[in-house]
């Protein structure tokens, strides 16, 4: 038997259960993307606010950038020599936006969950987290050696029990509170406010937030969740992504001072990866800059949202989102699969989410809205249901 009979195996396994996974070949073209040359509109990009696709914007940024400031690569961490003026300008810019809190930025929101959270722990941590974090937090938690508890989804009473239970046992220094502000599958969020009161009937606890959905897309500034609803500086690590509505690359936190500089001597992403192209960064900050003043395309998109949400529970089907990630939970693996095809079929380019992605018997055809789509985009993708 050859040693790839093995992963053969495997691989027919997923087949048989509708899990295989494969990279798709398309041509995008702003928010329709083409496949097999059959147009759709694009309902599976996390460019919420339709900036990645923007070529007005892209030109203004490479006129305004001078060749010689179009460093492709930083060629080494930013400990040694990659420590580029564009690292500090959107560092401070995102200081400047989070109340002066502290900023450190990250080569991707994966290294930062998978970094953080190792650095911050030790075997007297507990980590609290809720059920349906992210894949890069779970790796992060994994990788610490705290002891790791999770929590119903969403249920901070759930939450406030384990704190109760945990919170004055000797074997722990601190507790972290793990969760994400709007959740990418299911669309729902954290009550925030209501997160930060639990909090602050304990001493020892500390959390730790996750906005990549959020950030570009809630608040005036368009900062997230958190400038939502007041709590940015309750927050002990705040943490987004620059990847899907900031239109960039990498991630970022808000946090303490104190621990900005203890990430920098203890987190190893950082340390032993190189740092992001500069030029990477100069982009981020000139979304940045974008993202902030784009007010009305976030009330446009949560118009969209509230009209999806109500149209597909109508059509009696669940759907737990209060946000622009709508899923339209269907069960089992193979109907999500079918479903997901038909609205292709119908021009509307979405994607089914199976397991290990999400947990069993929660196949779902996850539709992600951006701000170019407009009303009757929404309603005809409701007649297809
Ligand atoms: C997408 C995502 C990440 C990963 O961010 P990248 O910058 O794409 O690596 C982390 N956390 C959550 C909740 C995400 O949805």
Partial sequence: MSLLDHYADQLDQLKQQGNLRQF?????????IELNQHRMLNLASNDYLGLASNLVLREQ?????PLAARLMSSSSSRLLTGNFPEYEALEDAMSQAFHGRAALLFNSGY????????ALSDSRTLILADKLVHASMIDGIRLSTAKYIRYKHNDLEHLA????RYHDDSAYDRIIVVTESIFSMDGDETDLAQLVAVKNQFSKVMLYVDEAHAIGVRGELGLGCAEQYGVIDAIDFLVGTFGKAMASVGGYLICEPIIREYLINCMRPLIFSTAQP????????FMLQQVMRLNTARQHLSELSVILQQGIQAKGYACPSSSHIVPIVVGESQPSIVLATQLQQAGFYVMPVRPPTVPQHSSRVRISLNANLEQAD???LLQQL
């Fill in 24 to 32: 798709t070949r398309y041509v995008q073209d702003q928010h329709y």
């Fill in 61 to 65: 940024f490479f006129d305004e950038t």
């Fill in 111 to 118: 290294h930062m969950n998978i970094g953080i959270l190792p």
């Fill in 161 to 164: 029990q384990l704190l109760q």
């Fill in 278 to 285: 500069p030029i990477c960064m100069a982009w981020t900050q």
């Fill in 378 to 380: 929404i309603h005809a």
